[in-house]
């Protein structure tokens, strides 16, 4: 046996063979093909379908990490496991297994138990569906459609279709194509990742609405009411049962008995949170105006309100009473991701994504999409289809923590049991634990709905703020929240971490990302950063700057866009290789083809001057400086990660040629003015970074010039922190806002250390191993010294960056390689971005401008009123 994976039911649902995914990391040489693996029952030790899909491989060619599919079977409240090991000795028990038939009009798909007929031109969604022999959907009635603020329909047409992952667990489907009018004009785009399971009448839908449209964002602002945005009053799944005489069954929480209706219409619909601020100012139009009607759910038989309440989790078929055929739908995050609704009329069950009865037209932004998932089955037997209340709470595959740390796929991993660093492990785990959890921060500005759900309360942001209502700002990607949470549910075991990790990612993915092609080179596939400082987000939505701030924040010089110095990716690689969320991969590689294109002089819009890079992706603070720094850094990041997703060489090249612009084992460090914390202190987040890179080399056995370079390069830096650091504590009256988050941030300098140590001989060895130490320590004290330590954004530092020292105080004489033999490093060579003489000569004349005027008004002066 390699491991046990352990499923906990938590909801109170008996599962009976739901279908489960996971990703596992294997050590190197551990496993060389997917096919080799099985998985035993540990209850019954049978051997069960698995199905495996390779997401990475390590240098040798082996499994780094792969994706399992298999169905599980837990009592309500009860944990269950399940043996992967090599070689099975017991049979593999019989089961069905999903097939797919491809014709040029229709696609067939067979679960052993369903066969569905879905049309390759329409989303509409099946032609057919026939279970046990008997037909159970109404093509005519099985449709999708969105209608925009003017009435107007439109059909999904398909462009796109492939196979996903072909069976035999699961078989998914990705449909793309646009939304079009019968004129023939499209409105927005979608995607659909469709998956059917063995055995099972379950249909599993992702489905994308995406508008592709740059946004204009005159000014550098990104308000609601753009003319890049898209308007529409509704967006529904529609499917019918074929039956002449229907009846339907619903229930609004997974745990209560189902409520029954004879020849009745049914409307289960969710318009806000139902939290104490559930009419919060996070959700404005672009009029400023809340348009919510009511405080939590509703549902309706006929004209009637049934019952109503906070916070529903519905499901809701529509069956045939004299012969048990059915359909049964939900979705999940129903109330989280408001507005929803479900709904039955007549033999028609409706799925309302974007509900026609929410009070205001939805307004998706330039760029801007978002997937929901829902799901539909289909049975001969009405009671059956009610199990869908488990999509509300999906079960979570996981092994131990010694498992993942031992596996070495994700760097630097020890499980948390073996940290001592308890005081550190208190103010990370309030992240998770008490009143002030995460979980209830979302309800302080209510981070629901379904462009807010999965964000976090940016409550370091509202420290001072007077008024009686809360200050809405947005976490969003200050630093890699994502990341953080899955190191500490990797390290713990602990779901509150999974949640969190998920929600936020989804959230990044669909709405923080920049999801267009069309405007600048600097923006397009970007990432939005948080929103603005100290400011209520107003119409801003999760984009950076809006025009309710601009007077008293810069006037016309106020306004900006995605950058370099806010991007990342970590989180969302290892999302994907956790879950195995295709989204999460994509947009990856988004986000590191934004940082090559944003620095592609010929794609500029002055290229026929000047080709030279922009050196977009490698200024930090200023145009001028492209020395270590976060911008250069967290691009440096975001290309190391699309490296390793697709071993891609050019993102690996591009990296090097970063490395080589940002930094030299000769760089005149004083030069760099690192002492001046306001505007160089990150960068100790490019040396950081630097670090992954040498680990990549060392991962590849190729201890070559560019690898040599890099480890010089950290050494000569460390050499100077040794040095000249202290803990900013000590400095604090040299920054301009001396926050909590000033300490917390000296947790880099301790990584940074901590690896300069992996690479230096004695005695900086152990100097460096010190010098960790100390600012781990100062990093811990001085943050515990505020009132405010527990704060968002130093919480989010600690969780994504602490648990490093944790893994060289447990192994402190880990060296690393040297390289294959002296080099000779040269000169550095100072790197000169397009159109920097102009920019210099600009900056030149303001100046000039400025001191003018200034001489002016000093020469009036004793003109004035006397």
Known sequence: ???????????????????????????????????????????????????????????????????LDFQATVAAGETTGYHLGFAPDTPLIQAPHVSLIQSQDIWTI??????????????????????????????????????DAGGQAYEPRIDRIGVEAPGPVRLSLDMRGKLISPGREPLANFMARVSFYAGSGVVEMKLTVHNPRAATHPGGLWDLGDPGSIHFKNLSLHTALRTDRAAAMWTVQPQEPFASAQDAEIDIYQDSSGGVNWYSANHVNADGQVMHRFQGYRVQVGETTVTAGKRAAPTILVYDPRDDRSIAGAVEGFWQNFPKALEVHGNRLTIGVFPRQYGDVYELQGGEQKTQTLYLAFGRRWHYPTGL????????????????????????????????????????????IGPSSFFERREISDEYGWRHFGDLYADHEAVGHQRAFPLISHYNNQ?????????????????????????????????????????????????????????????????????????????SRYGGGPSNEHNYTTGLLYYYFITGDVGAREAVRSLADWVIKMDQGWRALLRWFDRRPTGLASATASRQYHGPGRGAGNSLNA????????????????AEGLIHRCIHPADDIQARHLHDVEHRWSYT?????????????????????????????????????????????TVLDQVEIPTETWPAQDIWKTNVFDVAAKHADEPLHTAFRQKAEFFFQACIRDLRSFDTCTLTRPLVLLMTNAFRHTYFQLHPDERAPRPDQLYEYGKPEHFTPQLAELYQAKAWLIALSQTAKHLGRCLMRPFGNG
């Open 479 to 555: 630093y890699d929240a994502i990341y953080g949470m899955l190191i500490q549910y990797l390290r713990s075991g602990d779901m509150r971490w999974f949640h969190l990790m998920r929600d936020l990612a989804r959230h990044v993915v669909d709405i923080d990302l920049y999801h267009t092609q069309e405007d600048r080179p600097d923006y397009n596939g970007g990432l939005f950063w948080h929103t603005d400082h100290y400011a209520d987000a107003a119409t801003a939505s999760h984009r950076s700057y809006s025009q309710a701030n601009r007077e008293t924040r810069g006037g």
């Open 110 to 147: 067979d679960t052993g138990v369903a066969r569905f007929a879905l049309n390759t031109h329409t989303l509409r969604l099946f032609d057919e569906v026939v279970s046990e022999g008997v037909p159970i959907g109404e093509a005519a009635g099985s449709q999708i459609v969105l209608t």
């Open 639 to 654: 290309l190391l990660d699309a490296y390793l997703l697709t071993r891609e060489e050019r993102y690996l090249t591009t």
């Open 685 to 729: 987040v490019f040396l950081q970074a630097l670090g992954k890179y040498l680990d990549v080399k060392i991962e590849q056995q190729a201890l070559d010039f560019m690898y040599g370079y890099g480890r010089e390069s950290l050494l000569h830096y460390a050499r100077w922190m040794l040095e000249h650091e202290v803990p900013y504590a």
């Open 1 to 67: 046996m390699l491991c046990t994976l352990h499923i906990t039911e938590e909801s109170g649902i008996a599962r009976i063979d739901e279908p489960v995914s996971c990703g596992l990391p294997f050590a190197r040489g551990v496993l060389s093909e997917p096919y080799q693996l099985s998985l035993i029952d540990q209850r019954y030790q049978q051997r069960l379908p698995l199905q495996v899909e390779a997401l990475d491989q390590w240098a040798d060619g082996s499994v780094r990490w792969a994706l």
């Open 389 to 432: 209340t488990w999509v509300h709470d999906r079960l979570v595959p996981r092994t131990q923590s010694e498992w993942y740390a031992g596996s070495k796929a994700i760097g630097y991993l020890t499980p948390q049991a073996r940290d001592d660093n308890r005081d550190c492990l208190a103010l990370v785990n309030t992240v998770i």
